[in-house]
């Protein structure tokens, strides 16, 4: 699963290509491309961040679903439409 914590909220998919779009939008063309290349051959706990863009990060169903449960009670989870 793939988190972004990005300035205004935070952000869950299932996979990098779920989130593709997402993290081209949060990073730009060059970068997003280069930040999915670089998770698309990560394990859990590979993160990605560059130039104090947003936060990229593989993690397992668990972490996810804590992280999930966390960032909802907060009211900075950006769910999809």
Known sequence: MIVIYGQDGTYLFNSLEEGKETIISLYGAKLGREACAALSRGRTGTVYRMYGGP???????????????????????????
């Open 55 to 81: 936060r990229v990060e593989i993690v397992s169903e668990a972490a996810a679903e804590r992280i999930r449960a966390r960032e909802k009670a907060a009211g900075i989870l950006c769910e999809k439409s």
